[in-house]
């Protein structure tokens, strides 16, 4: 039976551009590709943009409580070569259960595209926790973004009105339109420097550091 991968990256790694490179290779063979994201992915609405100005429509927009084994998507299984998933952080827990069955259980490989972290530097979600869990193998998009200072990018730090924020909603999509917000990929020193320092716990922490120092 087939496998469920999960390749993961900071923001502004080249994700897409991985998805839709294989999405293309698959079709320029004549083998139907399933690519899937989340209603709650708004940028693009229902297609995939990449940042070189690739782009390819979306055969399943997922409504948030929707089943991937309802019967308008089951169809699309039957003579699918492979599925592929982007921003899959977005996606709710049973629906990356139903992706590891539909590997497992009608052998199409199934290869999820997302982010590991929040901007609060915590698990995304529920899916990616989920994700962690069942997938056969987890593997670092070997492209990641680098930091501003040169270092390996492991953050999303998100700004609001060109300064670093810790709280507020975990899901804002940078859509273009909402100007005021951006997402930064940040290394560890640069965003426990920038970002978590605003907190009380890194406050401790660097007073801390200031000691040993
Ligand atoms: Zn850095």
């Not at 995304?124 to 998009?141: M, N, P």
């Not at 909603?169 to 978590?196: A, F, H, Q, R």
Request: proline share 1%; aromatic share 8%; charged share 30%.
């Amino acid at each position: 039976m087939a496998d469920m991968v999960f390749k993961y990256s900071t923001i502004n790694s080249g994700k897409t551009i991985n998805i839709l490179q294989i999405a293309d290779s698959y079709e320029k063979n004549n083998f139907q590709v399933v690519l899937i994201k989340s209603i709650k992915d708004t940028k693009g609405k229902n297609k995939v943009l990449s940042s070189n100005n690739m782009e390819r429509k979306v055969d399943i927009v997922l409504r948030e409580d929707e089943s991937l084994l309802r019967d308008r998507n089951y169809k699309i299984y039957y003579t699918a070569k492979v599925i592929l998933v982007d921003e899959v952080e977005l996606l709710n827990q049973t629906q990356v259960k139903e992706l590891w069955m539909i590997a497992h259980l009608i052998n199409i490989p199934v290869i999820c595209y997302g982010l590991r972290s929040n901007f609060k530097g915590e698990i995304f979600s529920e899916a990616v926790s989920q994700i962690f869990a069942l997938a056969d193998s987890v593997e670092e998009i070997g492209s990641s973004s680098l930091c501003a200072c040169g270092k390996k990018a492991i953050f999303n730090a998100r700004k609001v009105n060109d300064k670093y924020k810790i709280d507020g909603p975990t899901i804002v999509i940078d859509d273009g339109k909402k100007k005021n917000v951006e997402y930064v990929p940040l290394c560890s020193d640069c965003y426990l420097k920038y970002v978590k320092i605003n907190s009380l716990e890194a406050e401790k922490l660097a007073k801390l550091v200031d000691k040993i120092k």
